[in-house]
């Protein structure tokens, strides 16, 4: 894997082993980044939440493309080890990115960060979970002031769940912005 586009342009990530984490793949990530760009007006000064982060894949294009910061939330111990591999191997620093190991259902971040609200969150969950409870995770942190009102969220899917996750995305009073489809992939922009 590599960052596709940006100041990290081409530098190589590594994935954790194993079939517990689904990397998004260059081709799905340059697509959901011009969706992203298009809606958002660009990068500059984001303040990212990467949600079930894996290899950091997300936060970190983001922050390749002009992000100010990035936090990564991942419970599982060896993608978080492999996850400040590559923080460090993209030569960030903790005023750029910070790396929280926890199950993000029973310890999410509990404040903004020093950049304020987050305003760009990636949620790309294993397929098994619930779509219910990844939204309602995500309107409790809305509501604490921890992600902005004005958010924007990627939510990375099963494409046979694309219906679940549309209505757990209106049930917690969210609003679908785009959906897209890559294969077996779907990604729904929430705004």
Not at 20 to 36: G, N
Not at 94 to 114: L, N, T, W, Y
Not at 158 to 186: L, M, N, P, R
């Amino acid at each position: 894997m590599r960052i596709v586009a940006g100041s990290l342009r081409g530098k190589n990530i590594k994935a954790p082993d194993g079939l517990d984490t689904r990397p998004t793949t260059d081709r799905v990530r340059e697509a959901l980044f011009s969706s992203l760009y298009s809606l958002r007006g660009g990068f500059e000064g984001a303040v990212v939440l990467d949600m079930f982060a894996g290899s950091g894949a997300l936060g970190l294009e983001a922050i390749s493309r002009g992000a100010a910061y990035a936090t990564f939330c991942e419970r599982d111990a060896a993608a978080a080890a492999v996850l400040r591999a590559n923080v460090q191997a993209c030569g960030l620093d903790v005023s750029q990115a910070r790396i929280m190991q926890c199950d993000a259902f029973k310890r999410p971040p509990s404040e903004p960060s020093s950049h304020g609200a987050y305003d760009l969150v990636f949620l790309d969950p294993p397929y098994a979970f619930d779509a219910s409870e990844v939204m309602g995770l995500m309107k409790r942190l809305t509501q604490s002031g921890v992600v902005s009102p004005e958010a924007i969220m990627a939510y990375e899917h099963a494409i046979k769940s694309q219906s679940e996750v549309e209505s757990a995305v209106a049930a917690c009073g969210f609003d679908v912005h785009a959906s897209k489809k890559y294969g077996k992939t779907g990604v729904i922009l929430i705004a």
